[in-house]
């Protein structure tokens, strides 16, 4: 009799350790399933780069140079804006890539309004989503690249004709404005109305923080050494972010200038660590 209850209670115990192996196992499956499954996505999400006042090809150049050599991204895809708003593709979009894909936007007309920017790279994002599938995009500007994201994402919220927005970050971007005068007496163009503090333009970024996409991730940069754009002006994006959605990080480093702030490894490794960490 005591034979048979000691059989049955081995059984019984192998039964709840198989069951428990059983649960540990499908546990772990499904995490790694679901860890592939996250890193499939950032893998598989371009990040489209935007340049400021006067940008060209070497805005990001030798940034996106430094990603593929570290090997954050691939620069896949180069897209080129005329003044009349004729788009150029060099380059493909390749899916199933090892590393995240990397866009440069170029805009010929590179003095022009926030508006008429940001008009463009609408024309550009639904280009992506058209011609390329692209469904989710990160989104990086410098200078007033930053402000004409900010002025697209509160334009198309929502909108089925253009990728979701996943992750913004402005590089030393005036949401503020530039103050120093010297700037305004050197430089021309609609955009220099737009970069003066307390312009229409910017007002209207903060006037339509409510069309700003409420669960996007965003990261602010400044440089204490930006002689160009103050820092509580680049801070001023806590006027259009919810606290909760935004990071800021200071540079600090009185010998990277405002352009400066694309050449620094300080500022590639925070975006690394924002957009694909």
């Known amino acids: 009799m005591k034979s048979t209850l000691n059989k049955k209670k081995v059984l019984s115990v192998g039964a709840m350790l198989l069951l428990a192996f059983t649960l540990i196992y499908i546990s772990?499956?499904?995490q790694i399933a679901e860890s592939k499954e996250n890193n499939s996505a950032q893998t598989d999400t371009p990040t489209v780069f935007v340049h400021g006042y006067k940008g060209t090809y070497n805005s990001f150049k030798t940034m996106l140079y430094r990603f593929e050599e570290n090997k954050?991204?691939?620069?896949?895809?180069?897209?080129?804006?005329s003044a009349t708003g004729d788009i150029t593709w060099k380059g493909s979009l390749l899916s199933g890539s090892k590393l995240p894909p990397l866009v440069q936007v170029i805009f010929e007309k590179n003095k022009a309004s926030i508006a008429e920017t940001s008009t463009w790279l609408q024309h550009v994002m639904a280009g992506l989503k058209n011609k390329y599938g692209v469904e989710q995009v990160n989104l990086v500007g410098h200078s007033m690249g930053g402000l004409v994201s900010t002025h697209y994402l509160e334009t198309v919220n929502g909108s089925e004709e253009h990728p979701e927005t996943v992750k913004f970050a402005a590089i030393g971007s005036p949401f503020d404005g530039i103050s120093h005068e010297s700037y305004?007496?050197?430089?021309t163009g609609e955009a220099v109305i737009d970069l003066k503090p307390d312009s229409e333009a910017l007002k209207s970024l903060v006037k339509n923080k409510?069309?700003?996409?409420?669960?996007?991730e965003v990261l602010a940069i400044a440089g204490s050494g930006d002689g160009?754009?103050?820092?509580?002006?680049?801070f001023a994006i806590r006027n259009i972010v919810?606290?909760?959605?935004l990071q800021i990080q200071l540079i600090e480093d009185e010998k990277?200038?405002?352009?400066?702030l694309h050449e620094t490894e300080k500022v590639d490794k925070l975006l690394k660590k924002f957009l694909w960490d």
């Open 210 to 216: 409510d069309q700003f996409p409420a669960n996007l």
């Open 256 to 260: 990277i200038d405002h352009s400066g």
């Open 28 to 30: 772990l499956k499904s």
């Open 228 to 234: 160009v754009v103050d820092i509580d002006s680049a």
């Open 72 to 81: 954050w991204g691939k620069r896949q895809l180069v897209v080129y804006v």
């Open 184 to 187: 305004h007496q050197v430089n």
């Open 242 to 245: 919810m606290e909760e959605k």
